[in-house]
């Protein structure tokens, strides 16, 4: 009886780091959990992916979403808590990585959420413009508490105000999921039809 269970303890302890790692996702040599938890709710994530410029690596992103979903609408429009998580796999200013942010969010808003987006669009660019460096290894998220608006962290803290309209975090998600996403393996990863 003995022997059986140091036998099993020896088994579980090397198993263990499998277990371990079957619960992160790499994208590109950034990690991520599979499941996250944003303002008390459990949320999965629906996938991640590189983005490229030219050949260069600059970020794994990551979303966490309640459901996994398979068009850009149905992500878009899930209810509950969201959170985009970035991160950084080369050094890029703040300022460089707010503007191809905003830019993004500029090339892929909807006509009708325009005046509701220009606000928040700014102040996230400012958050940036703000934040001066995003060295690799650097850990940007983004997450929509509901009743309460989208809130920056960088590195675990949090970076300028909370951005409130509804409208400004459905521009953020289009810049992967909209129809000139910023990458087109990362909208794939998302809606579960690229590589994990």
Known sequence: MILRRAALTVLL?????????????DAGGAKFEST?????????????????RAVFKVYGA??????????PEAIIKMDG????????????????????????????MIAEDRSK????????????????????????????IPGTGAQVMFDGKQAGDVIKEP???NALLRIWVGDQPAEEAIKDAWLGKGKR
């Open 13 to 25: 302890s090397l198993a263990l780091p499998f277990a371990t790692q079957a619960q992160t996702v």
């Open 62 to 71: 990551g979303l966490y979403i309640k459901a996994k979903a398979d068009t």
């Open 167 to 169: 409208e400004f975090y």
């Open 36 to 52: 996250a938890e944003v303002a008390g709710q459990k949320l999965v994530l629906a996938g991640a992916g590189v983005r490229y």
């Open 81 to 108: 808590a969201k959170r985009v998580q970035i991160r950084m796999l080369r050094d890029v200013s703040g300022k460089d990585l707010g503007k191809a942010f905003t830019d993004a969010m500029q090339k892929n």
């Open 117 to 144: 987006t220009i606000n928040g669009i700014f102040k996230f660019g400012q958050i940036f413009a703000d934040i001066k460096n995003a060295p690799s290894g650097s850990l940007i998220q983004v997450d929509w």
